[in-house]
């Protein structure tokens, strides 16, 4: 089992950053491949962005592209998604997921652990 925990989320006015991170517990966090996922009201979850266990690959959205950047420190067991230039269509719940290996997808039912979500709230 692993245990993901989000924070950091808030409410920011358009073109402000915020930087949600998750922390990971339970299993070697190095073994997995990490992915941010984002849902708004009434929408389905939506892949934003993923890091291969190693951290040398990476992968987003076009939405967020040049926005959004995601790291990972192992060392910690945190991986964080600085989110800049935000818009108010990024204005959603996020949440933080993990499957073991190397492979990022985009498909929410192929991740195997999922933290509690943390809101993000973007005004215009």
């Known amino acids: 089992q692993v245990q993901l925990v989000e924070s950091g989320g808030g409410l920011v006015q358009a073109g402000g950053s915020l930087r949600p991170s998750c922390a990971a517990s339970g299993r070697t966090f190095s073994d997995y491949s990490m992915g941010w996922f984002r849902q708004a009201p009434g929408k389905e979850r939506e892949f934003v962005a993923g890091i291969k266990w190693t951290g040398a690959s990476i992968y987003y959205v076009d939405s967020v592209k040049g926005r959004f950047s995601i790291s990972r420190d192992n060392a910690v067991n945190t991986v964080y998604l600085q989110m800049t230039s935000l818009k108010v269509e990024d204005s959603a719940v996020y949440y933080c997921?993990?499957?073991?290996?190397?492979?990022?997808?985009?498909?929410?039912?192929?991740?195997?652990?999922w933290g509690q979500g943390t809101q993000v709230t973007v005004s215009s």
């Open positions: 997921a993990a499957r073991p290996g190397v492979v990022v997808t985009t498909t929410p039912r192929l991740w195997n652990y």
